[in-house]
């Protein structure tokens, strides 16, 4: 399938999990692609994998704070420049920490909705221009099964998510005669850097997340699951879809 070829696409978390497997299958769909994250060393390895494809002259790197208003304003601008447009945008970018809510402090759940929710905010906006400008932009944003399926010691991140799924509803409410989709995928039960380390409190069920078990399959996914589908939506295959969220967990929750 090349269902990209001669779209531009800005993927960020492109250093690590579901955001590189994204990349990495745009990049074999014949998207050109923005890989961002704060992690220089994940980019590095996505670009070693493009290279590896054959895909990586499509490809270009950018390292951004998506909670930093300046870091995107600044690399957001200079991605899409370097594209020479957008077609797609995707907030893959995120973070999981866990506490007892009684025990989180401000700052703990300011650092959650800042990077998940205020983040997603900022690099959508700052991309909202371009995507316009080409009468059919696609944002795909990252919810989470936990937006709707409660987990303990995750209000933060839950809440976060939570957002996330209004924001997209929002957007897609407010854009649409402008051609602008924005769907939401929720994930769950994937294996990610995320999912090893999900700093559980230390009182906390150990097998917590092990116990999230896929009616699919042998256990956890890989990460590259959610990149067919984010494929799929992003796609002229999902020209339909809009202000909605696509749940990818195996049937953890049903
Ligand atoms: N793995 C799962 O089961 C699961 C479930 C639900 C939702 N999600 C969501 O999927 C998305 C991808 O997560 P993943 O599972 O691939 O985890 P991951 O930790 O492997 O990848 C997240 C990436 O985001 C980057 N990042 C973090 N903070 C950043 C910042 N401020 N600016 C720029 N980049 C930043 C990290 O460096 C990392 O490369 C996240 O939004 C996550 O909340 C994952």
Wanted: glycine residues 12%.
């Amino acid at each position: 399938m090349n269902r990209f070829t001669g779209r531009r696409v800005l993927v960020t978390g492109a250093g690590s999990g579901i955001g590189q497997a994204t990349a990495l299958r745009i990049l074999a769909e014949g998207g050109s692609v923005a890989a961002a994250d704060i992690a220089e060393a994940g980019l590095e390895k996505t670009r070693a994998l493009a290279a590896e494809a054959g895909t990586d002259e499509r490809l270009s790197r950018t390292v951004l704070d998506i909670a930093d208003e300046d870091s995107v304003r600044a690399r957001v601008d200079a991605a899409v420049e370097h594209l020479g447009g957008l077609d797609v945008l995707v907030n893959a970018a995120g973070i999981l920490d866990s506490r007892h809510t009684g025990a989180m402090t401000l700052e703990f759940w300011n650092r959650i909705i800042g990077v998940n929710l205020t983040g997603t905010f900022l690099v959508t906006r700052q991309a909202l221009p371009a995507l316009l400008a080409t009468g059919k932009g696609v944002v795909v944003n990252f919810s989470s099964t936990s937006a709707s399926f409660a987990h303990p010691y995750m209000a933060a991140y839950a809440a976060s998510k939570g957002g996330i799924q209004s924001f997209t509803h929002a957007i897609a409410a407010e854009y649409g005669k402008q051609g602008l989709r924005a769907v939401c995928v929720a994930p769950g039960s994937i294996d990610s850097g995320m999912t090893r380390a999900p700093g559980l409190p230390r009182d906390a069920d150990p097998d917590l997340f092990t116990k999230l078990v896929p009616a699919l399959g042998e256990g956890f996914a890989g990460p590259e699951t959610v990149a067919g589908a984010i494929a799929m939506l992003a796609s002229e295959d999902g020209a339909f879809i809009t202000g909605t969220e696509l749940r990818i967990d195996g049937g953890t929750h049903m």
